[in-house]
């Protein structure tokens, strides 16, 4: 159990609709990290939020946006989905680790299937 | 852009045999990072190298961080049917940013 909890563990939805999911980091972590993995590919890094800013954004589409709480729980907000979001998407966090030493520790997912 | 670049993708061995697995880049990352991951869960963190020429063991995994840390390799020893899932390897850079390898899947029949 890496200490980060992801819900739902599943979703089921059609076309055109809006769903969120939400992570919470492991105790201690500021940042968190959304990564989308679809059937047979790799790890796509989305965002990255840490305590409550925006830190980076990889390969996110316009539609979706996510967002960091005062409590650091976070939100990956999808909208307008359409049958290719259907996918695994993973949340991860790290602390202050030792210097130059990059760790992120990661969820059990939430499968995201649109209809 | 760094990228990192896994081989071989995939991987069918019987149980008892030994394994490498190599991840390479062109660029220099400052941790490399090796997970396991299983069919719908979440990647799982096996070990982190830090220093070029760092050899870590676990068990009968043994990863060890190039020279340069520019690649890694992961060699499995006397494979089991439990080694079976997706291997991704992971180089990190300031800011905390890991990049992912396109992962090795590898499959040990019993």
């Known amino acids: 159990d890496s200490g980060v909890t992801q819900t739902p563990k599943h979703l089921i939805t059609a076309t055109g609709q809006r769903v969120t999911l939400r992570c919470s980091p492991r105790s201690g972590d500021l940042s968190v990290y959304w990564y989308q993995q679809s059937l047979d590919q790799g790890l796509q890094f989305l965002i990255q939020?840490?305590?409550?800013?925006?830190?980076a954004k990889g390969n996110i589409l316009e539609r979706f946006s996510a967002q960091q709480f005062p409590d650091l729980h976070s939100e990956l907000n999808l909208s307008s989905l359409e049958l290719g979001d259907s996918a695994l998407y993973f949340c991860?966090?790290?602390?202050?680790?030792?210097?130059?030493?990059?760790?992120?520790?990661f969820g059990p997912g939430t499968r995201l299937t649109v209809l | 852009t760094q990228l990192l670049e896994q081989s071989p993708q995939f991987l069918s061995i019987q149980e008892g045999e030994n394994l490498t697995v190599y991840c390479n880049s062109s660029s220099v990352f400052s941790s490399l990072q090796w997970y396991r991951q299983e069919p719908g869960e979440g990647p799982v963190l096996l070990v982190t190298v830090v220093t070029g020429g760092e050899v870590k063991k676990l068990k009968r995994l043994t990863f060890q961080f190039g020279d340069a840390r520019k690649d890694s390799s992961l060699h499995i020893t006397a494979a089991q049917p439990g080694d079976t899932g997706l291997y991704l390897c992971?180089?990190?850079?300031?800011?905390?940013?890991?990049?992912f390898g396109g992962g090795t899947r590898l499959m040990v029949k019993p």
């Open positions: 991860a966090s790290s602390g202050r680790g030792l210097a130059g030493v990059y760790e992120q520790f």
């Open positions: 992971a180089g990190g850079s300031a800011g905390n940013m890991l990049t």
């Open positions: 939020y840490y305590n409550g800013e925006e830190r």
